[in-house]
């Protein structure tokens, strides 16, 4: 059933948005993340991907922004899944991502899915996983990791905040409270070093990283603590794109060596 602008513009109230997404002219949705640090976020982590026909997870969907840029793109299919925010009685996002969907209409499944089912969920493989603003959300990403090793036959795209960035050695700093941004579903700050030798040996051939593009002063990541990495499953995969100038190879030797920067 179609809603009139002002029943649309009600049904947008009644539920949170992490994404500004524009639904009809003039009608856009309140979301935490601006339509600019979407866009340049969607170019950033779908851009240097050939999506056409290609199949699409994204894991931790909430509002649905990255699935539908990824059908948008080219993605033959794209599921969408969640848990926590779908499930949770203010966010009501599952009830986000379907107003959404309807009013794009963009064919874009859901699974309701917890990051932590994803080794025994029957979800099949994907050419495409996306992980975007979930690593640090979960107790175990090691374990989460290693799932979607499993389930990603081309590449996996990570987005996620980072710490421990001044350190050489892979490590990850543990917030048991609400230290980061004071929530507490906020466990871990990875280091760069700590991102690539895990998916390296989850077993992912090739990790390329770059900065967010909007972190640094000024922007929503002033500390530069967030970055982005493209982990392909093999060398055949990574071929599959051209290698942006943004993007760094992991495997040169010493390439992590200037991005040390001071905690
Ligand atoms: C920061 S949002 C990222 C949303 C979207 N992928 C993006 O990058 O814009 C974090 C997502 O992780 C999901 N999530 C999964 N497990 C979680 C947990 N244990 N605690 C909090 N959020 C969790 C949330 O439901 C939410 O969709």
Known sequence: MSLDDAALR???????????????????TPGAKSEALLAAEANAILGPL?????????????????????????????????SFTWR?????????????????????????????ELDTAPTGSFDVTLFLGVFYHLIDPIRAIQALRRITRLVLVIETHQDA????????????????????TNWWGPNRALMCGLLRSAGFARVFYQDHPMAGPGGPYPLRRRGIYHAFADDAARSA?????????LATPDALQGLLVRG
């Open 10 to 28: 009600d049904a947008i109230a009644r539920t949170a948005w992490f994404h500004s997404m524009a639904l009809r002219t003039g009608i856009v």
């Open 50 to 82: 050939d999506l056409a026909g290609r199949s699409v997870l994204d894991v931790g969907a909430w509002n649905g922004f990255f699935s539908f840029a990824a059908k948008r793109r080219g993605a033959a299919r794209v599921l969408a899944t969640d």
């Open 88 to 116: 949770h009685p203010a966010y009501r996002g599952r009830e986000t991502l379907e107003l959404a969907r309807g009013e794009l209409g963009l064919d874009v499944e859901t699974l309701e899915l917890d990051p932590t």
């Open 165 to 184: 960035l001044w350190l050489r050695r892979p490590a990850m700093i543990f917030y048991p409270g609400a230290e980061l941004d004071n929530d507490p």
């Open 241 to 249: 794109a051209p290698a942006p100038a943004a993007w760094i190879d």
